[in-house]
């Protein structure tokens, strides 16, 4: 039903920057957001950003603030996670995630748990070196 493709990882130093993309296909209803999710080794899961569709409205988890963007692009259904000034805790698979649709309109924070996301990409790694 919705497909998703990450692409962006790689190998980097500490202060480097990063941009991943998400190309996104398929159909939802409502008001869905879009995540972006981590994954370090030994580590559970955990929230990086958010972003809902329709409005464009945000959301990050606090230890990436100020140094991450999430944006959208409608037209190219692609969603994107802008990294800066990357640190070696950042080293992770990132996962692209999406909701099917909601028909609430929650403030966009509402949005940064995995159960509450539907479909996921296979992941992409990043690996940032001192």
């Known amino acids: 039903q919705v497909q998703l493709v990450e692409s962006g990882g790689g190998l980097v130093q500490a202060g480097d920057s990063l941009r991943l993309s998400c190309l996104t296909s398929?159909?939802?209803?409502?008001?869905?957001?879009m995540g972006w999710f981590r994954q370090a080794p030994g580590k559970e899961r955990e929230f990086v950003a958010a972003?809902?569709?329709?409005?464009?409205?945000?959301t990050y988890a606090d230890c990436v603030k100020g140094r991450c963007t999430i944006s959208r692009d409608n037209a190219k259904n692609t969603v994107t996670l802008q990294m800066n000034s990357l640190k070696p805790e950042d080293t992770a698979v990132y996962y692209c995630?999406?909701?099917?649709?909601?028909?609430?309109?929650?403030?966009?924070?509402?949005?940064?748990?995995?159960?509450?996301?539907?479909?996921w990409g296979q992941g992409t790694q990043v690996t940032v070196s001192s």
């Open positions: 398929g159909r939802t209803f409502g008001n869905p957001a």
């Open positions: 995630a999406a909701q099917r649709g909601r028909w609430s309109y929650r403030p966009i924070g509402y949005y940064s748990t995995e159960d509450l996301y539907d479909y």
């Open positions: 972003i809902r569709w329709t409005d464009g409205s945000t």
